[in-house]
């Protein structure tokens, strides 16, 4: 495990937080800012916990053979974790929804990265994926804290429960495998890359268990969060940066999908939610110009990359450069699949070398 910048790692970014802040109702600005209040006091447990992979193997159960292994809590709107077990691997279905999401959700994405990947659940050790729903009271957001999953219910009025959408949860756990493989820093471009790659792999699992082809796919991270009322119909396209809402609550999608908009910024740890539409449209370019199943070709060259070839303050250009001579090892010098991935990024205005 590579040592991470012990950040947990929200899927609702700040600069929505504050905009509920300043724009919603009542209820929903005390919310707002309690969730915020409630993300700081989280980061900074995270970083006097600081787990080590020793440490955390240690408190989690492990298997050296692949094996789906997961646990559902009920933390009852409290936070305290991991609160009360309510489901264990192979137990039947539950009556909370929740529960019963949170549960498929994690095995969905277990499914993506076993199955096409080979990769042996989160760490590629076997780690047990613990899930706590009914997190908080009116709770909008949802985090992977470095050991487990954590999932609040929304308020019903901007967001739906956080367990709705199945790319949120790929997109959370998948900052359990960037901890233990390339341990991207929560900061700037490598922040930035850490994002991404949990939009790329959020929004692959949900398009795995829907066998959508890239075509097909809707490229949104968030579909179903949103309430009804708001206007917007993701949190992130990355089809189309920037166009996933505009709301006067929760504001204007402020994701470039291009190098020349980059978003210079102290906020939100160097803007890690805003700039990383950047290679998440990168991803789609390549995805959709090589065709047919994302998560096969376009999948591949991008976890090989996390996996082997990005190391923890790995920038934007890095990580093109290691895509396109990943792209060449797995498929050939000069390929159709090197060609994709060299003007997928030039799309965005990066070119690999």
């Known amino acids: 495990m590579s040592q991470n910048s012990n950040h947990v790692c929200y899927i609702i970014p ?3 937080l504050k905009e509920i802040a300043q724009n919603g109702t009542t209820t929903q600005k005390v919310e707002a800012l309690e969730t915020l209040a409630a993300t700081e006091q989280l980061r900074g447990q995270r970083q006097v916990l600081g787990p080590t992979l020793a440490s955390v193997a240690s408190m989690l159960e492990v298997a050296a053979e692949p094996v ?22 192979g137990a039947k279905e539950s009556k909370d929804v929740a ?3 949170a549960y498929d959700g994690a095995g969905a994405t277990y499914e993506l990265y076993h199955k096409i990947y080979k990769r042996n659940s989160i760490d590629d050790h076997g780690l047990r994926i613990d899930s706590t729903v009914h997190y908080g009271q009116n709770y909008d957001n949802a985090f992977w804290n470095g050991q487990q999953m954590v999932y609040g219910d929304g308020d019903n009025s901007l967001f739906n429960r956080f367990t709705i959408s199945l790319d949120v949860i790929g997109h959370e756990l998948t900052h359990g495998v960037t901890q233990y493989e390339a341990g991207l820093i929560y900061t700037g471009q490598p922040g930035a890359l850490n994002e991404s790659f949990s939009d790329v792999f959020g929004s692959l699992v949900k398009q795995y268990k829907l066998g959508q082809t890239a075509d097909k796919a809707d490229w949104l991270i968030g579909e179903g969060l949103l309430a009804p ?10 089809k189309a940066p920037g166009t996933a809402y505009d709301d006067p609550v929760l504001g204007k999608d402020p994701q470039p999908g291009n190098m020349k908009d980059f978003v210079h910024t102290t906020s939100d740890n160097g803007g890690v939610h805003v700039n990383s539409g950047i290679p998440n449209h990168a991803f789609y370019l390549v995805a959709t110009a090589i065709g047919g199943n994302a998560w096969e070709k376009a999948g591949n060259i ?11 303050r790995a920038t934007f250009q890095v990580a093109a450069n290691a895509t396109y001579h990943t792209a060449a090892e797995l498929y050939g010098e ?12 030039a799309g965005v205005g990066i070119k690999v070398r």
């Not at 708001?230 to 990355?238: D, E, I, N, P, T």
């Not at 991008?302 to 923890?312: A, E, F, G, N, Q």
């Open 302 to 312: 991008w976890y090989i990359t996390l996996r082997d070839k990005l190391s923890r």
């Open 68 to 89: 789906l292994n997961r646990n559902v809590y009920d933390a009852k709107q409290q936070e305290q974790l991991p609160g009360t077990l309510v489901r264990k691997e």
């Open 229 to 238: 009322k708001v206007k917007g119909v993701a949190l992130r396209s990355m």
């Open 14 to 16: 700040p600069h929505i």
């Open 334 to 345: 000069g390929s159709a699949e090197q060609k994709a991935v060299k003007d997928g990024w």
């Open 99 to 101: 529960v019963n999401e």
